[in-house]
């Protein structure tokens, strides 16, 4: 069963509670509600002709400034700086002038990738959580267990919240630390300074006073794949006319 086959048939199990999509690699990614979340997985894991028992990946996703871009390179040049910032992305703003994110419809998505030894085939399985401001998907961990540190892990840098997940816990940041930083509109300069107060005699917490500034990259042109070099130019055409040669 080639892909294409494998979609439909998939699309006959789930039903209309599935959209299915295959990317132009040939990989099928069903998309559900929260709502069916469970079910769905349940039947991908179970059904006989699906048989998907091992979950390798979860992760989460923050669709916030989806498909925008802040750099500008158009107007790109063979030398020097050429790249410009159209305007201020999400997380890249001054600190007293933190703006509060825009309301994005489907923007938390927790997304799975499953993995069928049985029929040696892949899916990604995709859902978007129904509250922007408090997401909650329910937990596969009971599904396959090996969830469990990726849901942790999407709790700790998307806010993320897996219902049912039996310790639903920090994993990669301190216990103390406040946010989420893979969120878009997580400032990129931090939350807070520390350093040591001398007049105090201990370590203070306050808030960041740093300028954002945009960090260009500095193009370097000075290399032979972009034919600058008269040189490689002409090593590059008597290549190409010994190959030509050579299949006459």
Not at 142 to 161: C, H, K, M, P, Q
Not at 169 to 197: A, E, M
Not at 217 to 223: A, G, L, T
Request: hydrophobic share 40%; charged share 30%.
């Amino acid at each position: 069963m080639n892909a294409s086959e494998f979609q439909v048939r998939l699309a006959e199990l789930l039903g209309d509670t599935a959209t299915i999509n295959q990317d132009a690699l040939g990989l099928v990614t069903v998309d559900v509600s929260a709502k069916h979340w469970l079910d769905t997985a349940r039947t991908l894991r179970d059904h006989d002709e699906l048989a998907f028992e091992q979950l390798i990946d979860l992760c989460g996703i923050d669709y916030l400034g989806y498909g925008q871009t802040e750099w500008e390179t158009g107007d790109a040049t063979s030398e020097g700086f050429s790249r410009g910032v159209e305007g201020m992305g999400p997380g890249r703003f001054r600190w007293r002038e933190q703006p509060e994110a825009e309301e994005v419809e489907n923007r938390f998505a927790v997304v799975v990738h499953l993995l069928s030894i049985t029929h040696n085939r892949r899916l990604r399985l995709r859902t978007f959580a129904p509250d922007e401001g408090f997401p909650i998907v329910p937990s596969l961990v009971e599904t396959w267990s090996s969830a469990n540190w990726y849901e942790r892990e999407a709790f700790d840098l998307y806010g993320i919240v897996f219902e049912g997940h039996p310790d639903l816990r920090r994993l990669l940041t301190d216990y103390g630390f406040s946010g989420h930083p893979f969120r878009k509109d997580f400032p990129l300069i931090g939350n807070v300074t520390v350093r040591y107060d001398e007049e105090r005699g201990r370590v203070v917490y306050e808030p960041v006073e740093i300028e954002p500034r945009v960090l260009v990259p500095r193009v370097i042109r000075e290399d032979s794949r972009y034919k600058a070099d008269d040189i490689d130019q002409a090593a590059d055409d008597a290549a190409d006319d010994i190959a030509a040669e050579a299949s006459d």
